[in-house]
């Protein structure tokens, strides 16, 4: 069983910085490719950042130059380093671990953390 463990939201003024953290159990990590995830109020779940197990990353163009993902394989965690932030970027964020192996794959996600900006 896979369970991923978010921490780190909370209340920010516009332009400040948060950490968010993604603890995950089980044995799939090292394997899988991560990422955050976010909702807001009436919209759809976007992707926010993704970070394969060899560190490759990819950023949503409304993120790129202020978010940083990175992971830690040897903690099974992967973080989300946010600066600058902006109202918009008031949402849930939810982490995601998406496992392939040959032709199986599944996505496991955390219960989310609430980021709020706002003045």
């Known amino acids: 069983q896979v369970q991923l463990v978010e921490s780190g939201g909370g209340l920010v003024q516009p332009g400040g910085s948060l950490r968010l953290s993604c603890a995950a159990s089980?044995?799939?990590?090292?394997?899988?490719?991560m990422g955050w995830y976010r909702q807001a109020p009436g919209k759809e779940r976007e992707l926010v950042a993704t970070?394969?197990?060899?560190?490759?990353?990819n950023y949503a163009d409304s993120v790129k130059g202020r978010f940083t993902i990175s992971r830690d394989n040897a903690k099974n965690t992967v973080f989300l380093q946010m600066n600058s932030l902006k109202p918009e970027d008031t949402a849930v964020y939810y982490c995601?671990?998406?496992?392939?192996?040959?032709?199986?794959?599944?996505?496991?996600w955390g219960q989310g953390t609430q980021v709020t900006v706002s003045s």
């Open positions: 089980g044995s799939i990590f090292s394997r899988s490719a």
């Open positions: 970070i394969t197990p060899s560190h490759s990353s």
């Open positions: 995601n671990a998406h496992y392939s192996y040959g032709f199986y794959y599944h996505d496991y």
